[in-house]
Structure formats: C-alpha cells, structure tokens
C-alpha cells in the first residue's frame, strides 16, 4: 500500500491554523458582504432612491446588490492570478483590507434626499469593490485549508470556510436585529442602519491578526522550491481545464437559493408595495435561524462528503433545496410566519448544505495546485453573478400586486436548481484522488479499501503533521 506522502505534497501541514482562518476570515468578510444584503431589502430603497415609486425603488435597490456579483469576475480574474503566483495567504490579506474599507464607508455615505444621484453613485461604487474584493475569499481560503488537510479529510476541513460564511451571515442579521427592534424607525432610517458599516473597522484588525498567523500551504511553498509557479494561471486554466469551470459555473447557480431565501424573499416579506407586512424585526430572525441550523449541519455534511463523495450530496441538495423554495414563498405569501421560518430550516438550513457544505472542496479538487485559485475564483464567481442579478429579475416578473409571486419565483428558482443537479452528475468523482493528483482527467483514485485506511489513519490524528 502506498503511503500517503507519496502523492501529497511534503512539509508541515497546519490543518487547525489554516482551517480555523478560513472560518473566521470567511465569517468577517461575509458579515461585510451580507449586511449590505440585509440593508438592500430592508432600508436602501427608502433612503438611497427616490421615494415616488416604491416599485422602482426596490427594483433598483436589488440591482445594487447584484452590482457587486458584476465586480466579480473581474476580481476573480486579478485575484485569482494573484493566489496562484504570489500565494493563498497574500491574496486573503488582500481581499480582507478591500472588503473592510469598501464597507465601512458606505456607513458615511449621504442620502439620495442629501445628495441626489451623488448618494446611489457612490453606493454603487462601493458595492463594486465589495464584490471585486470577496471574489478572492471562497477560492483563496477553500485552497488554502484543502491544501493544509490531510487525505480522506479535505471535505469536512473546507467545510468550516461555509461554515464560516454562515456564521458572518448571522453576524450580519443579528447585528440589525436589536437596532430594528428597539430604534424608533426614523432613528433606524437616519443612523442606525450605519452602525453595522461602521463595525466593519473592527474586520479590518481582526482579520489582518488572524490570517498572519498561518504559514504558506505545503503544496504551493512545493511548487515554488520546484520553480513551477505559473506565470499566466488564467491562460492555463482556460486552456485545459475549461470543461471543468463550465460546470463549476453551473453548480454556483446553486446561489440562487440562498438570494430567494435573504434578498428576494426579504423584499417580499416586509416592503409595502408587496402588502405582505412582515415587520422587519421578524422577518430577520427567519435567515438567522436557517444559518443558526446550518452551521451544525455544514461539518456534518462536509465529512459525510468524504464517505460517499462529493456528487451525491450537491445533486441532493439542488433538487431538494429547489422544490422546498415553493414552500417556503408561499409562507410568505400567506404570511405565516412560523411556516415560513419552519421551510427556511428545511430549504436553506438543511437541505441546501448538501450543496454549501461540499462545494469547497469539490471545486478546488477539480483543477490541479498551479492554477486551482484561478479556475476555482473566475468560475465560481461567474456562476454566482448571474444568479445576484435575479432579484432586480424577480421584482420585475413578480412585481407588487402579482398575485401568484411563489409559483413564479419558485419555478425559475427549481429550473436553476436542475442545472446544477446535472453539472455535478457530469463531473468525475474526486474525493478519493490525491492531491497532487487533482485536476488530472485521467488521475487514478485510490481504491476504497486503501482510501478507507487512509482516512481512518487522518481521522486518528497519527498521519500528516498537523497544527
């Protein structure tokens, strides 16, 4: 039997360090992202847009946040590069100081009423270098703790940088309840919608303490000894591994689960146009309770990937994840509220982890180590940019005053779902595949007898050096 230091990369593997990085920088950046999310749907039209018609209002307020998915693949292309020429840890520090300043100042920012056209303007421009900046952080902190883990444990390791995500996204809501709750809503419309912006400070420290700490991954440091770091990963990725980012691509359509169940949903729920009138302070509790559920069920998934693989939970997933999304608009159709939290758990908080906990390892195990931050970055971000551009799409085919909203939005919701059930099934299975193996089409699995040991030896503790 071979031993697994015969293809894995050599030197010390601080599988702790590098995960419990990604987790907390993917936790940090991701409340920036999502408290501009949570502001889009719950405070943004009334305040950044002209007040005349409240259709319009919320139609554009969702289109800036689908603006920062437009940065993205701009940014996956720079940042992706830069991950796999100068390096995983230099490209989170990066993406961490742009995502931290770019947020903080959209809680200066003045009003539409202040400013005019000035105040959407600079919205805008802000939101573009959050999405330039977060196009980095999935690919980059995905690579780095796959890189770091042992074999047999790559899938319950990149986990945590979802787990993470998550995590930030609580975070996001959790920090707008209280101010929703307890603010009288001319407060809550003047200043307290700017607290959350401003906290953002306290992102820029903490990742920067966080993420210095973690050493190079064994795998890149190799390739740098070896003189092997490509000087144009984009070329190589688009070049050999173009079949792949096509259906990484497709797999990130999966995101549309998550945009039905935070942004569209919460427009739908609690802007008057729509009728419903959810108060804003219930409605916020609905994402933070299916995170709350996610975050216990992501490593229990992550590790069930190193079992079975990676396929079969993302098709799972997608299919079960886009029929629930039915359920879960109809709640708030008819505004009931327990219903409509008890299909969030299921829909978001369960069922969509199939997806969510397995893709950060399965993308980054699709190409090999000299250009996985790259195809992973450019793909991955492509894929989610069209999905944050059907908000703006919902609002306007299910406008207010559609009658029949859940069918509407759920079927296009489960059309994209399928999409991505097929790309997974179409893609070769890769959790048995060494790492410096990935990304070969003709790579060679380890047989299940010998992988089972393998991990069996991971799980113990008593293979690879770990910190």
């Keep these: 039997m071979a031993s697994p230091g015969d293809r894995e990369p050599h030197g010390t593997h601080q599988t702790k360090k590098a ?8 936790a940090l950046e991701y409340y920036d992202f999502f408290i501009y999310a949570s502001a889009a ?8 847009f002209p007040s005349g018609n409240p259709q319009i209002a919320i139609i554009a307020s969702l289109a ?46 003045p009003t539409y009423q202040q400013a005019g056209l000035l105040a959407p303007a600079l919205l805008v421009l802000f939101r573009l270098i959050q999405g330039f900046a977060v196009a980095g952080e999935i690919s980059g902190a995905s690579s780095m703790i796959l890189e770091h883990a042992p074999f047999g444990r790559r899938g319950y390791y990149a986990s945590f ?22 603010l009288p809503t001319e407060a809550f419309n003047t200043w307290g919608w700017r607290v959350p912006f401003i906290l953002s400070a306290l992102v820029i420290i903490a990742g920067y303490i966080i993420r210095r700490e973690v050493s190079e991954t064994p795998a890149f440091a190799e390739e740098g000894a070896n003189k092997a770091v490509p000087r144009a990963p984009i070329v190589e990725a688009f070049k050999h591994h173009w ?25 739908y729920a609690v802007q008057a146009a729509y009728g419903i009138g959810f108060p804003k302070a219930v409605y916020l509790w609905i994402p933070v309770l299916g995170n709350i559920v996610a975050v216990f069920v992501i490593p229990f998934v992550g590790n069930l990937s190193d079992k079975i ?27 009931n509220v327990p219903l409509a939290i008890v299909m969030s758990l299921l829909m978001w908080g369960v069922i969509y982890q199939g997806y969510n906990a397995t893709f950060p390892s399965f993308y980054p195990e699709l190409f090999p180590t000299r250009a996985r931050v790259t195809a992973m970055a450019i793909a991955q971000n492509t894929g989610t940019t069209i999905t944050a551009l059907l908000p703006a799409l919902f609002a306007t085919v299910a406008p207010p005053g ?5 069918m509407t939005v759920g079927a296009i919701t489960f059309g994209i779902t399928i999409i991505s059930a097929v790309a997974a099934w179409s893609a070769r299975e ?24 393998l991990r069996a030896t991971a799980v113990s503790g008593t293979g690879l050096a770990s910190s």
């Design 161 to 182: 940088t979802l787990q993470g995500v998550q995590a930030g996204q609580i975070m996001a809501a959790a920090v707008f309840l209280p101010l929703a709750y307890y």
């Design 41 to 48: 749907a719950l405070i943004f039209p009334q305040i950044f």
């Design 64 to 109: 800036t946040y689908g603006v920062g998915y437009v940065a993205r693949p701009i940014g996956a292309f720079v940042l992706g590069h830069w991950g796999d020429t100068h390096g995983r840890k230099t490209v989170l520090l990066l993406c961490m100081f742009m995502m931290g300043f770019s947020t903080m100042a959209v809680g200066f920012l």
């Design 19 to 26: 995960t419990a990085s990604g987790w907390i920088g993917s």
């Design 402 to 406: 559609s009658t029949n909203v859940p």
């Design 243 to 267: 079949a792949d980012m096509l259906r990484v691509v497709c797999m990130s359509l999966m995101n549309v689960v998550p945009v039905v169940a935070t942004v569209f949903g919460g427009a």
């Design 430 to 453: 890769t959790h048995r595949v060494h790492l410096n193996d990935l990304g070969e089409r003709n790579a060679v699995p380890v047989s299940k007898p010998e992988y089972d040991s």
């Design 309 to 335: 693989g990676r396929r079969p939970p993302i098709i799972v997933g997608a299919l079960v994840s886009g029929l629930l999304s039915f359920g879960y608009l109809f709640a708030i159709s008819i505004a």
